[in-house]
Every structure is written in structure tokens, then in C-alpha cells.
């Protein structure tokens, strides 16, 4: 059987507000960063704590919902897929990862008075 998994879930906090594009076929786009945390033991008796940064890209109706509802600080729930890349800088090569999220959640309650209306999004497979 030659099957392989290549799923990424995270919960974390949104590092900035998303960045918000449409591609030439009309398909929109929304780019962020999402900071994880993780708690280690130090040499001592106490505890190191390491935050972790994550490029984020969501397309379609969820980079819609990312627009309207995702803002700096943020605490949300993702699944995705990771996808590698690199680009070139003054000649050198510079790995990229980011997460090609399918689903989004967000975790953080909305503010006093305001309402949020979510909907079932499935995105097709391949995006």
C-alpha cells in the first residue's frame, strides 16, 4: 500500500491581521502567521517556554471568514496540510514552510454585542 498522510492541526495565537488578495482567476487568498507555544524543563527546576511562528494560507469561503472574523491575537484551531518552497535572497537559497489550511475555527469568543454567523465550508480537494 503506498498511501502517506500530510496533515498539520495547530491552536495557537494569530500573529498578525490577515493579508487579504485575489489571485488573476478571481480566487481569493488570505495570509497570516500563527504563533504556537511549548513548555520545556530547564536545566534547573523550572520551565523554558519556546513560541513557535507558522505561515499560515487560506483560500475561497475560509479566507472570506478569515477577513471578516480573524484579527491580531486571536487564539484559533486549524487543520491543513504543510507545504515546502524556498526562494532565492542575494544568491542563497532560503527554505520556506507554511500550512495550506482546509479547516479554521476560531476559538476566540466575539466581542460584547457583536455576532458572528458561521456556515459549514468544505473546501474542494486539491485547494
Do not use: C
Amino acid at each position: 500500500m503506498s498511501r502517506s498522510v500530510n496533515k498539520v492541526i495547530l491552536v495557537g495565537h494569530v500573529g498578525r491581521d490577515p493579508e487579504v488578495r485575489e489571485t488573476r482567476s478571481g480566487t481569493k487568498v488570505a495570509n497570516f502567521s500563527l504563533a504556537t507555544n511549548h513548555r520545556y524543563p530547564d536545566e534547573g527546576e523550572g520551565f523554558r517556554e519556546r513560541t513557535d511562528w507558522h505561515r499560515v494560507t487560506v483560500w475561497n469561503r475560509t479566507a472570506q471568514f478569515a477577513e471578516d472574523y480573524v484579527r491580531k491575537g486571536d487564539r484559533v484551531y486549524l487543520e491543513g496540510r504543510l507545504e515546502y518552497d524556498s526562494y532565492e535572497r542575494d544568491g542563497v537559497t532560503i527554505p520556506t514552510a507554511e500550512v495550506q489550511v482546509r479547516e479554521l475555527l476560531l476559538l476566540t469568543p466575539p466581542a460584547a454585542g457583536e455576532t458572528v454567523e458561521v456556515e459549514e465550508i468544505e473546501e474542494p480537494a486539491g485547494v
